[in-house]
């Protein structure tokens, strides 16, 4: 396998920006879900599990590594005020570096009922991940087929097919070097549609759960840190 395309997600759930290389740190990516979306009435962080019209605004880091809100219409702010009128809600747009304690997310409590009881959870610590055990996340075509690979906001696109196999194993991918631990379990994010032409398609979640086991995609930790590029080779050893 050899990296296809690099993704960095500047805001939590919105879209990203693709990328030739890019350094990868403890925490991912560099710059990679560092700022998120917060209600200002209930505190939570805001997803697209809960709010889907994030999946059609991207985000931008700026070269002074502040980011900024791309907007259906083209409208590039990071003023709340512009936010919370497109959102129809109170927002703030924050960096991970300003957020410190819990951060709370919401899941629907049954992926067939969006409408119905929502569960909170909390994410990680720093950059606006999930969860702790990640920091990077790798799939490859060969497990796409004809997916969409933006369905899934992978960092890293693998030309080629294994990726499952590399779990429990240590790869290196350009200078950094990676600790694959775990599969990707999928939400009902994949099957939202988005910007740039993706339609809504719940058969998406309902494939992954028959035939891969609910996941797909691997998650990794960086044991060294390094810059990875469009072409680089995996390097299972």
Known sequence: MEVLEVWRFPVKSLLGERLERAELGPEGVAGDRGWALFDVATGFGLTARRVPELLFAAGRLLPDGTAEVVLPDGTATAEDDVLSDWAGRRVTLRPAAEVHGDRRYENPADVDDEGGRWNPFSGADGAFHDNADARVTCVSTGTLGGWDRRRFRANLVLAGAGEDELVGRRV?????????????????????????????????????????????????????????????GVDAG
């Open 172 to 232: 290196q991918v350009g200078t950094a070097e990676l600790d694959v631990v775990r599969r990707v379990p999928r939400c009902v994010m994949t099957t939202r549609p988005q910007g740039g032409g993706i339609a809504r398609d719940t058969g998406v979640l309902k494939t992954i759960h028959r035939e891969r086991g609910g996941a797909l995609a691997v998650g990794a930790l960086i044991t060294r840190p390094g810059t990875v590029a469009v072409g680089d």
